[in-house]
T-cell receptor, first 117, second 113 residues
Framework: AQTVTQSQPEMSVQEAETVTLSCTYD???????LFWYKQPPSRQMILVIR??????QNATENRFSVNFQKAAKSFSLKISDSQLGDTAMYFC??????????????FGKGTKLSVKP | EAQVTQNPRYLITVTGKKLTVTCSQN?????MSWYRQDPGLGLRQIYY???????DKGDVPEGYKVSRKEKRNFPLILESPSPNQTSLYFC????????????FGNGTRLTVT
């Protein structure tokens, strides 16, 4: 069975600094997709970034980028120039290979990020 | 407005009293899922549905039932709720295909006493 591990339950960063959230996963599949979701205090779940395993290039979305290491099964999220609005719970997620939709995701336990002024 | 609507947002009930949490989407999505979120455990999938009349178990299906009689609705049924089902529940939907974003409802906070 696929598993997703986020080893940092909580992290904090100063505003404007850079922070990296860790995620590792376990799978025997070769083709799959990985995601980072953000959940602010409003409880809303927001997709931050997505990575296809067959792509060697790391995905980037504005201040958010990933470091995808397929051999190591590692998928970390880097947030540059942290802003107060980045304060949230961040979830790493793996899409099951037999699932044809993002509706079939396995989530990690989450990392609570606090951005301090 | 495209959205996933869950009701109720908050629910307090007693052990053994059957309840249903409704979920409806207006985007004609094929995929729908239910997750529960617990502190320190993240989101765990309860059930998912790939289309009408097609449902399958997720990682934590025990104590739950679902049905998908219509494309837009995917209710979560707790026949005999127990205190360990106290949790935050999310319904989500998407088109088929990995590039289709997952739309989440606003969550239902369930407390079983």
């Amino acid at each position: 069975a696929q598993t997703v591990t986020q080893s940092q339950p909580e992290m904090s960063v100063q505003e404007a600094e850079t922070v990296t959230l860790s995620c590792t996963y376990d799978t025997s599949e070769n083709n799959y997709y990985l995601f980072w979701y953000k959940q602010p205090p409003s409880r809303q779940m927001i997709l931050v970034i997505r990575q296809e395993a067959y792509k060697q290039q790391n995905a980037t979305e504005n201040r958010f980028s990933v470091n995808f290491q397929k051999a190591a099964k590692s998928f970390s999220l880097k947030i540059s120039d942290s802003q107060l609005g980045d304060t949230a719970m961040y979830f790493c997620a793996f899409m099951k290979p037999d699932g044809g939709s993002q509706g079939n995701l396995i989530f990690g336990k989450g990392t609570k990020l606090s951005v301090k002024p | 407005e495209a959205q996933v609507t869950q009701n109720p947002r908050y629910l307090i009930t007693v052990t053994g009293k059957k309840l249903t949490v409704t979920c409806s989407q207006n985007m004609n999505h094929e995929y729908m899922s239910w997750y529960r979120q617990d502190p320190g455990l993240g989101l765990r999938q309860i059930y998912y549905s790939m289309n009408v009349e097609v449902t399958d178990k997720g990682d934590v299906p025990e104590g739950y039932k679902v049905s998908r009689k219509e494309k837009r609705n995917f209710p979560l049924i707790l026949e005999s709720p127990s205190p360990n089902q106290t949790s935050l529940y999310f319904c989500a939907s998407s088109w088929e295909g990995v590039n289709s974003p997952l739309h989440f409802g606003n969550g239902t906070r369930l407390t079983v006493t």
